[in-house]
Nanobody, 130 residues
Framework: QVQLVESGGGSVQAGGSLRLSCAASRRDGSHGCMAWFRQVPGKQREVITTINSDGTVSYADSVKGRFTIALDNSNSKRTLDLRMNSLKPEDTAMYYC??????????????????????WGQGTQVTVSS
């Protein structure tokens, strides 16, 4: 069973930066995809960025150029990071990391859904004030 634990959320003013981290236990298999989702109350959880075990990434248009995903596979545990710059009030949401045992395609961020991922963290809140 893969365990995911997010950290790093908080409150920031518009234009500021935050870094989220997700500590992930190892899982079987050398191929896989991790992602960051976010959700605001009353709306569906949406994927914003994905990264494969080989390092290939994809971003939703809403965060492209402002957010950067990174994955460190070098230790006994995996660490998934999300660096968020130029934050906007509309980035306010609960952020979740997710994991699955097979890779994501280069355009997968445009159609992936929560059912496409097997493992989830508990979420971390990001609040951006204007």
């Amino acid at each position: 069973q893969v365990q995911l634990v997010e950290s790093g959320g908080g409150s920031v003013q518009a234009g500021g930066s935050l870094r989220l981290s997700c500590a992930a236990s190892r899982r079987d298999g050398s191929h896989g995809c991790m992602a960051w989702f976010r959700q605001v109350p009353g709306k569906q959880r949406e994927v914003i960025t994905t990264i494969n075990s080989d390092g290939t990434v994809s971003y939703a248009d809403s965060v492209k150029g402002r957010f950067t995903i990174a994955l460190d596979n070098s230790n006994s545990k995996r660490t998934l990071d999300l660096r968020m710059n130029s934050l906007k009030p509309e980035d306010t949401a609960m952020y979740y990391c997710a994991d699955r045992n097979f890779s994501c395609g280069p355009t997968a961020v445009h159609f992936l859904d929560v059912v496409d991922f097997e493992y989830w963290g508990q979420g971390t809140q990001v609040t951006v004030s204007s």
